[in-house]
């Protein structure tokens, strides 16, 4: 399991390939569940210009290895990676990457949409949304 909270731009898929070349288990998964999450130019009816995601150093890691490790004990995955961004964003940028590796698929789809469900409604971030003529801070999650 791999977490990272990253304050720089990156490339989801190059990380991928990258992590996964590193991880030995070439052969051994059958399946990889990929979630890639990026920054839309509006919510809530209004254009979005820019995006500052906080969070909170240490606890933020802390919960994202204890769901993945929740993941771990409920299904039977190889490995999962989380890497987050944090700082400014602009649209199309990516926020986050979210995979699993498993024998089989059925496992990796499960744990890797509980882990981002969990991310989304549970993870210590805070978002705060550029408009056209203000800002404001994102109340609640999709």
């Known amino acids: 399991m791999h ?3 990253k304050d720089k731009p ?3 898929y190059q990380y991928l390939l990258e992590y996964q070349d590193e991880t030995g288990f070439a052969g051994k998964y059958g399946a990889t569940a990929v979630f890639v999450g990026s920054m839309r130019e509006f919510n809530q009816g209004e254009d979005v210009s820019a995006m500052t995601l906080e969070h909170y150093p240490g606890m933020t ?3 994202l290895q204890k769901i993945s490790e ?5 299904w039977n995955i190889l490995d999962s990676l989380i890497v987050h961004r944090v ?3 602009l649209p199309n940028d990516p926020i986050v990457l979210v995979a699993v590796w498993s024998a089989h698929r059925a ?3 499960d744990a890797s ?3 981002m469900e ?4 549970r993870a210590p971030f805070w978002k705060k949304e550029s408009l056209t003529d203000k800002t404001r801070w994102v109340e609640k999650n999709t």
């Open 3 to 5: 977490i990272e909270i």
């Open 10 to 12: 990156f490339e989801p």
């Open 61 to 63: 890691e802390k919960y």
């Open 70 to 74: 929740e993941a771990a004990t409920q």
């Open 87 to 89: 700082g400014e964003m």
């Open 107 to 109: 496992a990796a789809f």
């Open 113 to 115: 949409r509980y882990l």
């Open 118 to 121: 969990e991310l989304k409604s």
